[in-house]
């Protein structure tokens, strides 16, 4: 961990960070500034100007690269995931995970590491995960503690929070992979062989059922994507799923996704559900994500 990280992750800095935050809210409240209408380049300049101005006038001991990381977590504050949108861009990461306020994990190449930033307190955290949920028409609080749900480019979020997480409002985010897995990339890892990867083939190319099974995160939906790629490109494909992450490259393909039960606990739709409407819309495979 470099000295800015360590600066990151100080009360000192998160303290700092709050203060400019509240300076930009007001900036943009006292000037009746619709920022949210601007286009990204204008965004910046803007963050930039006021963050710098600030530490002027305060006469804060901030250096170039503290006041360039400041910046940084200003904009993300403002517009993006706060503290784990650098989290969210970096294609290495493949999942995010927060444990409370001061504890963020990463899973890269397969390993858990510790993250170098953290959140202010457990309603930042919220807060946070209340602007993930928000455009997708979902969300979070007392009376639903829980939920399940799935950004636009195909990414997995799960958040819980108090009084069901006892330590704190937790939040998972696994994200899609922007290129697919191939078979030349299992072949080259050693994952699989040539003659089994034959063979799974034609077992999907003569419609044998086919059950992907393993641990969490083992891989399944990848994997179930890449079979799927072997399904000839005139069949119809009905899809079922409790979160719709399989990304197929067909024409015909129907994508159904199961939902879950108002605050009235009522008008819950199932994927047994699903799978029996599916049976009448005349399909040549029914792929079903979860069982």
Request: charged fraction near 30%; glycine fraction near 6%.
């Amino acid at each position: 961990m470099d000295q800015i990280e360590r600066f990151r992750l100080s009360d000192q800095y998160q303290t700092l960070k709050s203060s400019v935050h509240r300076h930009l809210i007001a900036q943009i409240e006292d000037r009746k500034l619709d920022i949210y209408t601007w286009p990204a380049d204008k965004v910046e300049r803007f963050v930039a100007e006021q963050v710098k101005r600030y530490v002027l006038e305060q006469r804060l001991p901030v250096n170039q690269r503290e006041s360039e990381a400041l910046i940084a977590d200003a904009r993300n504050e403002l517009l993006g995931f706060g503290p784990i949108q650098s989290l969210v861009d970096d294609d290495t990461v493949n999942d995010i995970v927060v444990n409370g306020p001061h504890n963020v994990f990463i899973e890269r190449g397969g390993k858990l590491y510790s993250a170098p930033v953290r959140f202010n307190d457990d309603n930042h955290v919220i807060r946070v995960i209340q602007r993930i949920l928000a455009p997708l028409g979902r969300r979070v609080d007392e009376s639903t503690p829980m939920v399940d749900a799935r950004l636009p480019d195909g990414s997995r979020v799960n958040a819980i929070i108090p009084p069901i997480a006892l330590d704190g409002p937790c939040l998972s985010i696994r994200k899609f992979k922007k290129v697919p897995l191939t078979a030349e990339d299992l072949l080259k890892s050693g994952s699989i062989t040539q003659p089994e990867l034959d063979y799974l083939k034609r077992k999907v190319e003569t419609r044998t059922n086919l059950i992907v099974v393993g641990g969490t995160g083992s891989g399944k939906t990848t994997f179930l994507n890449l079979l799927s790629s072997w399904i000839p490109s005139g069949e119809r494909i009905v899809t079922v799923e409790d979160a719709a992450e399989l990304r197929l490259r067909h024409n015909h393909v129907v994508r159904l996704e199961t939902r879950p039960p108002n605050l009235e606990g009522q008008r819950a739709i199932s994927a047994r559900d699903l799978v029996r409407n599916a049976l009448r819309m005349r399909p040549d495979r029914i792929i079903v994500g979860e069982v």
